[in-house]
Structures are given as C-alpha cells and as structure tokens.
C-alpha cells in the first residue's frame, strides 16, 4: 500500500504533536492544541480518562485514526489501545476526506475551496460530529470567496442550502439563499 499524502500544519513555535491518519491515505500532522481550542470533541476526548497516554520517547504525543462503525459511517478516535485491523480503501469516501480536512484547515484560518453543495453538506456533518460548528461558520466568508462554481449554484440547491445556513449560523449563505429564492 502507498504511503499516505502528509499534510503538515503549521504554528508559530510549536511542532505538530498529533498525527491523525485517515484511511492510510491522508496524514494531518496537526497541533493538539488547536484542536482541543475549536473542536469540543477534541477538547473532550484527547485527554480522557480511559485514554492510553503516549510514552515520553514517542514522536506523536496523540496518534489517531479512523473508526468505521457498522453503517460505514466513520471517525477519528485515538489509535493507543485500539486493536489495529486493516481498514478498506476509500475510493468512495474522497469527499468525507476532504471535508474532514476542510474542518482542520478552518481551526488553521487557511483557505479552501466548496466544491459542491454535497462537499458542504458534508463539511457540515462532519462539524456536528466534532462539534466546531462555529469555527466552520466563521470560515466560510473566504471559502466562498475562492468557490465561484459553488456560489454560482446556490440557486439550484437554495433550499439545501438554507437548511445547512441554519445548522452553521451563517449569515451570508442564509441570506444568499433568500436572495436567490425571491428571484
């Protein structure tokens, strides 16, 4: 199997010290801090009492990976203490990757790109899962900016759109939306 694509975050003064792997295609190598700052499942579960703690010789003070549950539904839990089964490939999961990625990218205030409404819906999905709908809300003003195909379809999907602005709280999408339904 290749190795994953390493996507290395960066922080003024401090080095990564969690690595998250997802379907052993993508490497986060990202800040505990920050994670634990924007994601209140982070904040929860990283230093929970039933956690493995790393040893002091380890490169990564967190490791995670993915969980697939029964549904194929997935998220990321901490690897120590886990038993390691080979998850499949994720040829089919490309969009909840790149979400997932999107969501840490928005805690880092780096840009991305929407795609689709499905690739916000998505995003959105994901944020209730980690719980840093707010950091996702606020983020969205300069994804929009750098998503011109997306902004150009708001009007096909308006009333999708409109239920995913309410879940974020975002201004602009909820009013963008019923600009677009008054015609």
């Known amino acids: 199997m290749p190795s994953p ?12 010290d969690t690595r998250i792997t997802i379907f ?13 700052l924007y994601s209140a499942y982070f904040r929860k579960f990283m230093d929970s009492p039933d956690k493995e703690w790393a040893p002091p010789s380890a490169m ?5 990976a993915e969980k697939v549950d029964e549904d194929g539904s997935w998220y990321v839990v901490n690897k120590r203490g886990q038993e390691s089964k080979e998850q499949q490939g994720a040829t089919s999961r490309d969009l909840d990757i790149v979400a997932f990625e999107n969501i840490i990218m928005s805690m880092y205030q780096k840009p991305y790109e929407i795609k689709s409404t499905a690739h916000l819906k998505e995003i959105t999905t994901s944020a209730e899962i980690y719980r840093c709908l707010p950091v996702v809300s606020n983020s969205l003003y300069s994804a929009f900016f750098h998503s011109p195909g997306f902004i150009a379809d708001i009007k096909e999907n308006r009333e999708i759109l409109l239920e995913l602005s309410c879940k974020l709280r975002n201004r602009e999408l909820f009013n963008d939306c019923l600009h677009e339904d008054r015609g």
């Not at 694509?5 to 990564?16: A, D």
């Not at 993508?26 to 634990?36: G, M, N, P, Q, T």
């Open 5 to 16: 694509q390493v996507v290395t975050f960066s922080l003024p003064g401090q080095k990564p």
């Open 24 to 36: 052993q295609l993508k490497e986060l190598r990202v800040h505990s801090s920050i994670l634990k």
């Open 60 to 64: 990564w003070k967190y490791d995670w």
